[in-house]
Structure formats: C-alpha cells, structure tokens
C-alpha cells in the first residue's frame, strides 16, 4: 500500500463557524478532518502533517517557501509515494503555482481545499481530500508538476484559478479544461501538459509588484514601485498587452532602471501579443524591452518573477525564461 503525507495548512477546510462571531474561524485538527474521509485507509497509509491553520490571505511567500522546503524533504524519503497539502482557496494557484516552479515533479504534489466550512450542509473537505489522496497514489500522477484537485476535476498549477467566489466547481483551466478527473476512486488522466523549466532555489525576491490597467491610468504607480525599489514589476495589460499613453513614461523608466517589466493581459483567456504598433501598444512595449508572459495571470507572472529573479539576473535570461516557444522572436 502506498504512502501519502498530508500537510494541513489551514483554509474553510479546517474552519467551522464560531457561533459568538457568526462567521467561520479555523477550528478542526487534521485528525479531525482525515476522520471524515472514510475508508480512506484502504487505498493509502497517510502521514499527517499540521503546518498551521492560515486562512488564503494568511498565506504569504515566506510561508510558501517554508512549504516548499518541507516537501522537498518529505519527496526525498523512499517510504512516501505523495504529497498532499490542503490550503485555502483565496491564495492556492499562487502557493500551487510557486511549488510547481520550484520542486521536482518525480512524485504527486496535490493541492486541495474546501469551498464550504465544516459547519455548512454539504460540506465538501472530506470528499476533496479524498479525491487528493487517489491522486497522489497514481502512477499517472508523476511528472505533471503539482496539480489542484477539487470537485472531482484534476488540474494543473500552470492553468489553474479560481473563477467563482462561492461555486463548488470555482476552479477551472478556462482556456484548456481539466487534465482528468477522479471516478470511482481513481483518477483518470484524458491529456498531459508542457512542462516549464524547474527554477531550484531556496529563496525568492521580495520587491515584484503587480500593476492592473485600467481605462485613463498614468504612471503614478509606476514611479510609485521604483521609488519603493523595485526589482521587478508585472502590468495586467489591457486585450492582447496594451496599456493607455500616459502609462508609458513610466514602463520607460522602469526598465532605464533595470527594473524587469513583464506585460499579462486583464482577460481571462488568452495570451499577449505584440499585435498593436501604437502608443502603448504590445508592439512598442516589447521593443523598449517588456517581457511578455504569454497567458499567465497577474499573481502566477508575478511569482514566476520573484523566482526567475533569483536565478536570472539580466534582461536576455529572464525574457527567454518567460517567452520560450510563445513567441518567434
């Protein structure tokens, strides 16, 4: 029978509601939680972990990298085939994301989480851990880099977000669909994934700001990041990465600054494209040196940055890192 660690990191799956705040709090143990989870020891033996009880905006990059470096120990030791770490569902993809570039992928990393508190009707913690854990025993599980399992849907931290604020099936790959699911207690793979390169480091870099545009914005913000001493900044871009005219002294000064700019798009779906050759256009920002960061949302571009700037430390590396196989030039 394999083994899987389970890591309980806080989140709804471990809240109940507190009846004096009317509102839900943490409060169950993870033996409390991998109770619920029936006959789950018939399909793996499981270790369990407390590594706190953080709420999603709890969770924060110190606190990731002291996750990442826990599971990096726990993959290294021949008697655990998983891992499995719950977490809460406002800050996942990042912490997903942040493991996913940073360990090995030679054993199942699998997040999960709960929508609704263990005080609510239906409940789904039990049922999305159980899920986690038949996923990080199977074999097809190797080699996907980490993945989300929730709802029965099986997807990867590079397309994962969360799309609902309330919705059981909240957490979508909008743009390709879920990898697989679980049935019957078995989880069933319909397509693999590209891999992106592996960034082995033991710390990350703090000063990376996120920017989203919007109609009539300036450079305030801008000026604003690189006086605050800045070392990288990413834009949410407008449609296809456009930003508005007045923004463009500041991307200038940014990156005269050696600060590294890389340009998203605000759009749910779909990848930057230097398409538009006008003021503040993809086509001049990528020519005056933006970094294009293909269909990355705003808070993965902006963990893919605080890593890539721990190992990269020129203009070339960086943008080659981001822009590889996405662009012809």
Do not use: W
């Not at 709804?12 to 009846?19: G, L, Q």
């Not at 905006?57 to 726990?74: F, S, W």
């Not at 207690?185 to 082995?200: K, L, N, Q, S, V």
């Not at 990376?208 to 990288?232: N, P, R």
């Amino acid at each position: 029978m394999k083994k899987v660690a389970v890591i309980f990191t806080g989140g709804t799956i471990s809240m109940k509601v507190d009846e004096r705040l009317k509102a839900a709090i943490p409060a169950m143990s993870s033996q409390e939680i991998l109770s619920m989870v029936t006959n789950i020891d018939k399909f793996a033996e499981v270790e369990t972990i407390t590594f706190g009880k953080y709420p999603g905006p709890h969770m924060n990059p110190d606190r990731i990298m002291a996750l990442n470096q826990l599971v990096k120990g726990l993959i290294t030791r021949d008697d655990i085939d998983g891992v499995v770490i719950t977490h809460g569902t406002d800050s996942i993809e990042e912490t997903a994301f942040f493991l996913d570039l940073s360990l090995p992928d030679h054993k199942p990393i699998v997040m999960v989480a709960a929508m609704r508190n263990g005080s609510e009707l239906g409940y789904d913690g039990p049922s999305n851990l159980s899920a986690a854990i038949c996923t990080a025993i199977s074999d097809q599980a190797r080699g996907k880099g980490v993945l989300l399992v929730m709802n029965n849907e099986i997807n990867s931290a590079q397309e994962v977000t969360k799309t609902h604020t309330m919705s059981l099936d909240t957490f979508k790959s909008m743009e390709f669909g879920p990898l697989g699911i679980i049935d019957n207690d078995e989880a069933i793979f319909y397509r693999d994934i590209i891999r992106h390169p592996h960034i082995d480091t033991d710390f990350y870099v703090k000063d990376v700001y996120l920017i989203k545009t919007a109609v009539g914005m300036d450079s305030d913000f801008i000026d604003y990041c690189i006086e605050k001493g800045a070392k990288g900044i990413v834009v949410e871009g407008m449609g296809r990465g456009n930003i508005p005219p007045e923004m463009v002294p500041g991307i200038q000064r940014a990156i005269e600054k050696d600060i590294r700019v890389v340009m998203v798009s605000r759009c749910p779906m779909g990848r930057v494209y230097d398409s538009y050759g006008y003021e503040g256009g993809g086509k001049m920002l990528r020519n005056a040196g933006v970094i294009f960061g293909g269909n990355l949302n705003g808070q993965k571009a902006r963990i893919k940055l605080m890593l890539a700037l721990t190992v990269y430390h020129d203009h070339a590396s960086i943008k080659q890192f981001f822009e590889k196989d996405l662009y012809s030039k």
